[in-house]
C-alpha cells in the first residue's frame, strides 16, 4: 500500500535541471527556499575586521581588530564603530529583533572584554564579533540585498535602543578612565 502511494506520489512529482520538483499538472515549478544573498561590502568589510592575516606556522587567523585594539581606548572605540555599522546593516535586511539583540550582545561583549588589557586584546582577536554578526544576519535575513532598501521603523527603533546602550558603555569607560586618571593625579600630588 505504502509502495502504491509511493509511486503515485512519483509519477506526479519530477524534477527540473536545478533540482527543483515540477508537478505533472500544469508542469509549474514548486521552488526551494534560497539562501539571500549579503552585500558584498559587508562581508569584506567583516573579513578585513576579523580574519585578513594569518600566522603561518598556527594557522590562527586575525583581523585589523586586532591591531586597531592595541590602541588603548581609541581602538576599542573605533572598532565597535564598525561592528555598529554592520548591526545597523541588519535592519535592512530584516532580521528579527531577537537576532538584532544577538548581534548587539556580540559587540557589548566584544567591547566589555576588550577593555581589560592583553586579556582582553586576545579575547578580541578570538571572538571576532563582525564575522559572528555576519552569520547571524546570514542564517536570518529575510530579504535579499537587491530588496533591503530600508527596514521597518520599529526595527529601527529596536536598533537604537541597542546602539544607545552601546554608547552609554562607550561613555561610561571613558568617564570611568578619566576618573580613574584624575584620583591617580590627586593622589600622586598628596603623597609627594
Given amino acids: 500500500m505504502m509502495r502504491a502511494d509511493l509511486k503515485s506520489k512519483q509519477a506526479l ?7 527543483n520538483r515540477q508537478l505533472a499538472i500544469g508542469n509549474s515549478p514548486v521552488l526551494r527556499p534560497a539562501s539571500v544573498q549579503i552585500e558584498r561590502e559587508l562581508e569584506v568589510l567583516s573579513q578585513i575586521m576579523d580574519n585578513q592575516f594569518r600566522i603561518p606556522v598556527l594557522g590562527w587567523r586575525f583581523g585589523l581588530n586586532a591591531i586597531i585594539d592595541l590602541v588603548p581606548q581609541f581602538g576599542d572605540v573605533a572598532t565597535t564603530i564598525v561592528a555598529l555599522y554592520v548591526l545597523v ?18 559587540i557589548a561583549i566584544y567591547f566589555v572584554v576588550g577593555l581589560f588589557p592583553f586579556v582582553g586584546d586576545l579575547f578580541d582577536a578570538w571572538w571576532k564579533p563582525n564575522i559572528r554578526n555576519i552569520n547571524l544576519l546570514r542564517r536570518r535575513a529575510t530579504v535579499s540585498a537587491a530588496d533591503a532598501k530600508r527596514g521597518r521603523t520599529s526595527d529601527w527603533l529596536f536598533v537604537a535602543l541597542i546602539a544607545g546602550g552601546l554608547l552609554a558603555l562607550l561613555f561610561g569607560s571613558i568617564a570611568l578612565s578619566l576618573f580613574f586618571f584624575w584620583y591617580v593625579a590627586t593622589h600622586m600630588r598628596l603623597a609627594s
Fill in 13 to 19: 512529482e519530477s524534477r527540473d535541471q536545478f533540482g
Fill in 89 to 106: 546593516s541588519a535592519v535592512r535586511y530584516r532580521v528579527p529583533k531577537i537576532t538584532l539583540l544577538r548581534m548587539g550582545t556580540n
